[in-house]
């Protein structure tokens, strides 16, 4: 079962800081996920240029040029968020029983201060 799933908000606790033009300790939501390459794609990290060839589409409109999206990021390099803290915090995960069913339900562990 995936620590991190899509929705949830995480912050990148690895990489270059702010002030040398990275993202460490920026915040997003997570808006994709590659299970198998164990990577995530979070909202305003990590952009990435890429040039488009142009093109028409069936209106006659040009397309193409240079874009700007967010690249996925591996998953180690972002932490949950507690959403009682809004601090990094670790995930855990608890057995219960529902309905008859047992169920594995996510929980935020303590926020450390040394995420």
């Not at 996925?72 to 390099?77: C, E, L, Q, R």
């Amino acid at each position: 079962m995936a620590n991190i799933r899509k929705g949830d908000l995480v912050q990148v606790i690895s990489g270059p800081t702010q002030a040398r033009g990275g993202d460490r300790g920026k915040q997003g939501r997570v808006i994709g996920i590659d299970a198998a390459k164990n990577r995530v794609v979070v909202e305003g990290i990590n952009f990435i240029t890429k040039h488009v060839r142009v093109g028409q589409t069936d209106r006659g409109t040009k397309t193409g040029g240079i874009e700007t999206h967010e690249a996925p990021i591996h998953v180690s390099n972002v932490a949950l968020i507690d959403p009682k803290t809004k601090k990094p915090t670790r995930v855990g995960f608890r057995v219960e029983e529902k309905d008859g069913k047992t169920v594995r339900i996510r929980y935020a562990k303590k926020s450390g201060e040394d995420l």
